[in-house]
């Protein structure tokens, strides 16, 4: 797997093809982004419609750029996108969301992708997006609003006692497994708490899911 | 690694569950947007004839899914329709009819139940269709039922497909959503029943609504 690489001639057509995975759950939208690559600088090289699909294309294919949908049916496109980068993928991501969601950007970033494209339907918006990734420029879409002040993602030891808080472990299973004292796991869980706006452990988790943070 | 209970999700985020409505509706307007901004862009024969059968489908999804939304504020505001009697055969093989990724454990004969049968018919396509696009290729879902305490138990579950799902598609199938999930719910519950959803043993989830028997 490469980095984004390709040129693009002053028409916008294609000089090197740029080789693309589209992850997209919805037929309709696989289609229409299908037509809108049509006659353009990027090739579809791959189409996937589950993140597990994804990871296994993208270890057997060379791919340029990812375009993928964040509401996957098997997880979110930000647990994709990590587990892509876990697995040795550096190829820019373009996430793709029907809503405008707060703080929606930095979970993204957070994740390891390169920008943000809201689903409008407009063609030009989303070649925008993909040239500009393309051309290694970080295209978030300035329509998620910001996240609130305090709501920072979560840091990777809130993460990891979270996933455990998730795997039904008590905060003594968790101190034991990540070699801390409890009111360090109490720490770590009450911070977590606050960034997700939580007051229970399996709101946290749902949260977080929810977020695409664990 | 469980995902949260997606039970409890849609019981508890009303914030997740907004946003997933939204979701919902906004993707296939998306849809719409997109195939008449393409025509106008490209009016080529291809492109007209895919475009139709697309912005077909997608109204017709946008449709389906207001039903559902109204279908929803009437349960959750107390509409009740009136109960029949029926065997729950009969319901899950027309909630299933046409799907060659949904198979049926035999378990003849089904019970009966006294409740209202075209919820129940929802409930089992939404509660499939929901499995279903959580599915792995290779993988089917399999309804079956069992009677439990004075109640029958029909259980959603995904198994290793057969030969005859193995490598079936479905195209233009529903799809799962939080929306279906809690309507699948409200209508259990409005049947006397419950819906709970607990680990297969396998990292996925399966769904089991309990429904009273007919009495006599």
Same mark, same amino acid.
């Given at each position: 797997?490469?980095?984004?690489?390709?040129?693009?001639?002053? $028409?916008?057509?294609?000089?090197?093809?740029?080789?693309?995975?589209?992850?997209? &759950? &919805?037929?309709?939208?696989?289609?229409?982004?299908?037509?809108?690559?049509?006659? %353009?600088?990027?090739?579809?090289?791959?189409?996937?419609?589950? +993140?597990?699909?994804?990871?296994?294309?993208?270890?057997?294919?060379?791919?340029?750029?990812?375009?993928?949908?964040?509401?996957?049916?098997?997880?979110?496109?930000? #647990?994709?996108?990590?587990?892509?980068?876990?697995?040795?993928?550096?190829?820019?991501?373009?996430?793709? %969301?029907? $809503?405008?969601?707060?703080?929606?950007?930095?979970?993204?970033?957070?994740?390891? +992708?390169?920008?943000?494209?809201?689903?409008?339907?407009?063609?030009?918006?989303?070649?925008?997006?993909?040239?500009?990734?393309?051309?290694? &420029?970080?295209?978030?879409?300035?329509?998620?609003?910001?996240?609130?002040?305090?709501? +920072?993602?979560?840091?990777?030891?809130?993460? #990891?006692?979270?996933?455990?808080?998730?795997?039904?472990?008590?905060?003594?299973?968790?101190?034991?497994?990540?070699?801390?004292?409890? #009111?360090?796991?109490?720490?770590?869980?009450?911070?977590?708490?606050?960034?997700?706006?939580?007051?229970?452990?399996?709101?946290?988790?749902? +949260?977080?899911? #929810?977020?695409?943070?664990? | 690694?469980?995902?949260?209970?997606?039970? /409890?999700?849609?019981?508890?985020?009303?914030?997740?569950?907004?946003?997933?409505?939204?979701?919902?509706?906004?993707?296939?307007?998306?849809?719409?947007?997109?195939?008449?901004?393409?025509?106008? @862009?490209?009016?080529?024969?291809?492109?007209?004839?895919?475009?139709?059968?697309?912005?077909?489908?997608?109204?017709?999804?946008?449709?389906?899914?207001?039903?559902?939304?109204?279908?929803?504020?009437?349960?959750?505001?107390?509409?009740?329709?009136?109960?029949?009697?029926?065997?729950?055969?009969?319901?899950?093989?027309?909630?299933?009819?046409?799907?060659?990724?949904?198979?049926?454990?035999?378990?003849?004969? @089904?019970?009966?139940?006294?409740?209202?049968?075209?919820?129940?018919?929802?409930?089992?396509? /939404?509660?499939?269709?929901?499995?279903?696009?959580?599915?792995?290729?290779?993988?089917?879902?399999?309804?079956?039922?069992?009677?439990?305490?004075?109640?029958?138990?029909?259980?959603?579950?995904?198994?290793?497909?057969?030969?005859?799902?193995?490598?079936?598609?479905?195209?233009?199938?529903?799809?799962? /959503?939080?929306?279906?999930?809690?309507?699948?719910?409200?209508?259990?519950?409005? /049947?006397?029943?419950?819906?709970?959803?607990?680990?297969?043993?396998?990292?996925? @989830?399966?769904?089991?609504?309990?429904?009273?028997?007919?009495?006599?």
């Amino acid at each position: 797997m490469e980095k984004a690489r390709g040129s693009q001639s002053a $028409n916008g057509d294609a000089a090197r093809p740029v080789s693309l995975l589209l992850v997209e &759950d &919805d037929a309709m939208v696989r289609g229409w982004v299908q037509l809108c690559l049509r006659g %353009t600088e990027f090739r579809l090289a791959a189409v996937a419609s589950s +993140a597990a699909e994804a990871l296994e294309l993208a270890q057997r294919r060379k791919l340029d750029l990812y375009l993928i949908d964040y509401h996957l049916p098997d997880r979110v496109g930000t #647990e994709l996108v990590r587990d892509l980068r876990q697995a040795g993928s550096t190829a820019p991501a373009l996430l793709m %969301t029907a $809503n405008s969601e707060r703080g929606f950007n930095e979970t993204v970033r957070d994740a390891g +992708a390169q920008g943000t494209v809201l689903k409008t339907g407009s063609r030009e918006e989303l070649l925008k997006a993909m040239r500009n990734l393309k051309e290694g &420029d970080r295209p978030f879409d300035s329509r998620h609003p910001k996240r609130l002040p305090g709501r +920072a993602a979560l840091s990777p030891r809130e993460r #990891e006692v979270l996933r455990l808080v998730a795997l039904g472990r008590t905060n003594r299973e968790i101190s034991v497994a990540l070699g801390v004292g409890d #009111e360090t796991v109490k720490t770590l869980l009450g911070r977590a708490f606050v960034k997700l706006g939580a007051r229970r452990r399996a709101q946290a988790v749902a +949260a977080a899911h #929810e977020r695409g943070l664990l | 690694m469980h995902e949260p209970d997606p039970l /409890s999700e849609v019981a508890n985020l009303d914030e997740g569950f907004l946003s997933d409505v939204a979701h919902e509706l906004k993707t296939p307007l998306a849809v719409v947007v997109g195939y008449a901004e393409l025509i106008g @862009w490209r009016d080529d024969e291809e492109t007209r004839t895919e475009a139709s059968a697309m912005l077909l489908q997608a109204g017709a999804r946008l449709s389906e899914t207001v039903d559902e939304l109204l279908l929803l504020l009437a349960v959750e505001g107390g509409a009740t329709r009136k109960p029949t009697s029926f065997d729950l055969g009969t319901a899950v093989a027309a909630a299933t009819e046409g799907s060659a990724r949904i198979a049926t454990a035999a378990s003849e004969p @089904w019970p009966r139940v006294l409740a209202d049968q075209e919820g129940i018919e929802r409930i089992a396509a /939404s509660i499939a269709a929901h499995l279903l696009s959580l599915a792995e290729p290779g993988r089917a879902v399999v309804v079956s039922c069992a009677e439990v305490s004075g109640n029958a138990e029909l259980t959603f579950a995904l198994a290793p497909a057969d030969g005859s799902t193995a490598d079936a598609t479905e195209q233009g199938a529903r799809r799962g /959503s939080l929306l279906r999930l809690r309507l699948a719910r409200r209508l259990v519950e409005a /049947s006397g029943g419950t819906l709970r959803a607990e680990p297969d043993g396998s990292g996925a @989830w399966r769904f089991v609504a309990a429904l009273p028997l007919e009495q006599g």
